[in-house]
Nanobody, 126 residues
């Protein structure tokens, strides 16, 4: 049983930065693959980034690679998404997701995730 709560979204100008946080409940946070997805108006939900339970492996969508960084602090039951060099096309609702059952390599598939947060809005202005 895991509950995820995102925070840190807001309005930022192009080229700026934001840091999103996802706080997880429960005692088994370290056992989960943690990911960020996003959904822009009129578009399908898309994968952004994922990190393994140990933090040793990460994976990014091509659209954010080099600009975004995912990390986790298991002691704090929190996963982060540092977003730099933001672009207007990054505007979306960002969701935190957790999976205990997926095999690394399928982490970009949204149906692999058991738990989802409520989302936090990120708006990047021109």
């Amino acid at each position: 049983q895991v509950q995820l709560v995102e925070s840190g979204g807001g309005l930022v100008q192009a080229g700026g930065s934001l840091r999103l946080s996802c706080a997880a409940s429960g005692r088994t946070f370290s056992s989960y693959i943690m990911s960020w997805f996003r959904q822009a108006p009129g578009k399908e939900r898309e994968f952004v980034a994922a990190v393994t339970w140990s933090g040793g492996s990460t994976y990014y969508a091509d659209s954010v690679k080099g600009r975004f960084t995912i990390s986790r602090d298991n002691a704090k039951n929190t996963v982060y998404l540092q977003m730099n060099s933001l672009k207007p096309e990054d505007t979306a609702v960002y969701y935190c997701a957790a999976s205990r059952g997926l095999t690394w390599g399928t982490q970009s598939r949204d149906f692999e995730y058991e738990y989802w947060g409520q989302g936090t809005q990120v708006t990047v202005s021109s």
